[in-house]
């Protein structure tokens, strides 16, 4: 170790970023000089493990420090004020305040401008984190919901300008809410500029891509690869018609993937996302990293230099853009994704298996996996945070981890036929109206699409007319949000689910989007769902007053924030417990009902002692007895605050 900080002192020494700095006071000159100095050594370790066999090296590091420079002096001075304020509390994502949403600027509002005039109701529903779904420049028709990018620095025209954006976040800001951006670095579209380049043959560019002119070395690396849109083509490699090679393309034909193993990229891609962070951010969503490093013989998902890359990432960032966090999107097997969670890595993350688990449970009316799960799985670094969510833009995988289903008695495979049954309504007595996405022919392997209220049954019951079906519908729909604003971290809304709007099935007569049928919950959002959620008289206006009570809720206690949260065992298979523990020993106990039936719960598997007091916050709020039994109403919902 000594031997290596040597070598970045002296490396460092050697690299002349004066000129990038030029212009600036000699406070600020400073101020990045000091980061510099602190994370230089941590950035040069992973960059020489990365790329350290590479002959020109030292070259490569020197234009990386270079981009830093650089990306620090366009900096506006309100995000380097911001810098220092988050470097004094580094954690703010983790406050009780917290609650986030995710929308398409487009589907959300319009397009930027509209979406400021949309700020007072983020205010009023409490929103402190506001991640815009990719509003890039990407092909026209199908761009893979705008993961295919084909100008990191332009915004898609249909939806305004750079200058609208950085309105929008100062907007923003003003109100108190973090702006979060996706930072799709797996891929780029075929119509990026890089893309156009090495389809004209510059040898250089072609390095920033895998291209390959000999079919055996597509068939090497194919062999232990998994298809992962097999519905819309098969393998992972396309034909590409202008070079007459065969380029490496994980989701679609037109997505190609970045070649890591080129210092290059790494320097290009870095110039790319600080451009982005300097658009006023908070945070940066890390779209498909476990395949961002390729290795012969291997799956190519989640191999080592994936998390060096992403270390690395963010090195770069505490040395130009302090203030941003990056949030991990791994959609893989838990264990694998709780490796991406760390200070020094990614310090927010989907939480997929809370997601799916809460699924599962709605279907099978139990709670056992889900407990097994949480206590194995939930329990994260202190620093970083959960985010929580029930449905988002992307279908549902159910990617709970067989051996804990196995000690369960629960055969993966099996389990997960009949959940791909329950919610694509193949299922006798199913409540949900989900579509089936991606539906392998091979093996009948498919996952799950649709908007939450339509899988928690609301579709299905305002169909009926049935306003018992519906109030139960509901509060299913209140029981998945109680989940995620409770059980510690960000709860994130998906747009529209606070209202309770039904799958928009208009995607099937447009020919760019009728092959994915995640366009199902991508739905609009209008100025008369809004309005009507103002009249008591609707279902959205029910949905929405409940989501509400708990949001104000948990913004009121600090035990929703910086705490602790143990996944309790409830003696009860339809029960869910867990407790909120905090370092100022307040306490919350936390119970749901999965079941259509009332059920108890006895205290003594809650390590309650009889004689002890709480309050249900989201009933009347009456001081009561710890009695031996905890009763619960269908679908009911607990937070009892211990005293």
Not at 316 to 336: G, M, N, R, Y
Not at 619 to 643: R, S
Request: some cysteine.
């Amino acid at each position: 170790m000594e031997n290596v900080e040597k070598a970045a002192k002296l490396s460092l020494s050697r690299i002349d970023y004066s000129a990038e700095l030029k212009g600036l006071s000699d406070q600020e000159k400073k101020v990045f000089v000091q980061r510099l100095e602190q994370n230089f050594a941590g950035l040069f370790t992973l960059y020489h493990q990365i790329y350290g066999a590479q002959y020109d090296f030292f070259y490569h590091l020197q234009q990386l420090v270079l981009v830093l420079a650089s990306g620090y002096k366009s900096r506006s001075a309100a995000l380097k004020k911001l810098d220092l304020e988050r470097q004094k509390n580094p954690h703010w994502y983790l406050s009780e305040d917290m609650l986030g949403m995710a929308c398409y600027v487009d589907l959300f509002a319009g397009d930027l401008k509209k979406l400021r005039q949309r700020i007072p109701y983020l205010k009023q529903l409490g929103i402190t984190y506001l991640h815009l779904m990719p509003l890039y420049s990407s092909p026209e028709g199908d761009s893979d919901g705008g993961y295919a990018v084909s100008d990191y620095r332009k915004v898609d025209p249909k939806l305004g300008s750079t200058k609208d954006l950085k309105a929008l976040a100062q907007e923003l800001d003003k109100a108190g809410i973090s702006l979060v951006l996706d930072f799709v670095f797996n891929h780029t579209s075929d119509e990026h500029e890089w893309a156009k380049l090495a389809k004209s043959g510059d040898e250089k560019y072609q390095q920033f891509y895998y291209m390959f002119n000999e079919r055996h070395k597509v068939d090497a690396y194919e062999q232990h690869l998994r298809e992962i849109f097999p519905q819309v083509r098969r393998g992972n490699f396309s034909c590409n018609e202008e070079t007459q090679t065969w380029v490496w393309t994980t989701f679609n034909s037109f997505q190609w993937d970045l070649n890591y193993s080129n210092p290059e990229v790494f320097n290009a891609i870095t110039d790319e996302m600080l451009y982005l962070a300097n658009l006023g951010c908070g945070g940066l969503r890390l779209d498909a990293l476990a395949f961002i490093w390729k290795e012969l013989g291997t799956n190519c998902e989640n191999q080592p230099k994936a998390h060096a890359l992403i270390q690395a990432f963010n090195a770069c960032l505490k040395i130009s853009a302090p203030a941003v966090v990056f949030k991990s999107e791994a959609i893989v097997h838990p264990d694998e994704v709780n490796k991406y969670i760390a200070p020094e890595e990614c310090q927010l993350s989907y939480n997929p298996l809370l997601m799916a688990l809460l699924w599962n449970s709605l279907a099978t009316r139990k709670t056992r996996l889900l407990t097994a799960s949480m206590q194995k799985s939930f329990s994260i670094d202190p620093h970083c945070a959960w985010v929580n969510y029930v449905r988002c833009h992307d279908d549902i995988g159910w990617t709970f981890d067989d051996a804990v289903a196995g000690q369960l008695g629960i055969n993966g495979h099996d389990h997960r036929y009949f959940l791909n049954q329950f919610y694509v309504d193949r299922f006798e007595g199913s409540f949900a109206k989900g579509v089936a996405f991606q539906e392998n022919p091979s093996n009948g392997d498919c996952r799950v699409c649709g908007s939450l209220a339509s899988l928690a049954g609301l579709e299905k019951a305002l169909e009926s007319g049935d306003e018992h079906a519906i109030q139960t519908a509901i509060d299913r729909i209140l029981l998945l949000h109680s989940v995620i604003l409770s059980i510690g971290g960000i709860p994130l809304l998906f747009s529209g689910d606070e209202l309770g709007l039904l799958n928009d099935y208009s995607y099937e007569q447009d020919n760019s989007k009728a092959h994915d049928a995640r366009w199902v919950n991508r739905i609009a959002l209008t100025d008369q769902d809004i309005e009507a959620a103002q009249d008591s008289s609707t279902v959205s206006h029910r949905i929405l007053q409940g989501i509400s009570q708990m949001v104000q809720i948990r913004k009121s206690l600090p035990v929703f924030g910086v705490a602790r949260t143990e996944i309790l065992e409830s003696g009860n298979q339809h029960v869910f417990v867990y407790k909120r523990i905090n370092e100022h020993g307040d306490e919350l106990l936390a119970l749901v009902n999965f079941s259509e039936y009332a059920q108890s719960v006895n205290s003594q598997y809650l390590y309650q002692g009889e004689g002890k007091t709480y309050r249900d916050l989201l009933a009347d709020n009456a001081e009561q007895k710890v009695n031996c039994w905890l009763n619960l109403e269908p679908y009911q919902v607990m937070w009892l605050k211990l005293e």
